[in-house]
Nanobody
Framework: QVQLVESGGGLVQAGGSLRLSCEASGRPFSNYAMGWFRQAPGKEREFVAA????????HYADSVKVRFTISRDNAKKTVYLQMNSLRPEDTAVYYC?????????????????WGQGTQVTVSS
């Protein structure tokens, strides 16, 4: 089992920045590829970004490329999502997820463990 706890969400004006963190506990963090997803009210959960175990491979959704950066610190058992140039349409609950296989799929159903989510609200 892996437990994931997100933090760093909040209210920010359009154009602002936030940095989300997701701290893992349980099984060795370095065994898992990590992803960030988000879910807005009335919408399905959507892929945001993913990073491989060694950070050698990273994948972003087209909607966040250039603006968001995913990174991880295996020693701290933490994955980060730096979000810049935020837009009102980025408003959602953001979830981190862990996957036992070191690949970077975009389907939420392929991830094994999930955090509880952190709310990000971007005002116009």
């Amino acid at each position: 089992q892996v437990q994931l706890v997100e933090s760093g969400g909040g209210l920010v004006q359009a154009g602002g920045s936030l940095r989300l963190s997701c701290e893992a506990s349980g099984r060795p963090f370095s065994n898992y590829a990590m992803g960030w997803f988000r879910q807005a009210p009335g919408k399905e959960r959507e892929f945001v970004a993913a990073i491989s175990v060694s950070s050698a491979y990273i994948h972003y959704a087209d909607s966040v490329k250039v603006r968001f950066t995913i990174s991880r610190d295996n020693a701290k058992k933490t994955v980060y999502l730096q979000m810049n140039s935020l837009r009102p349409e980025d408003t959602a609950v953001y979830y981190c997820a862990a996957r036992q296989t070191d690949s970077l799929p975009t389907a939420a159903s392929t991830y094994d463990y999930w955090g509880q989510g952190t709310q990000v609200t971007v005002s116009s």
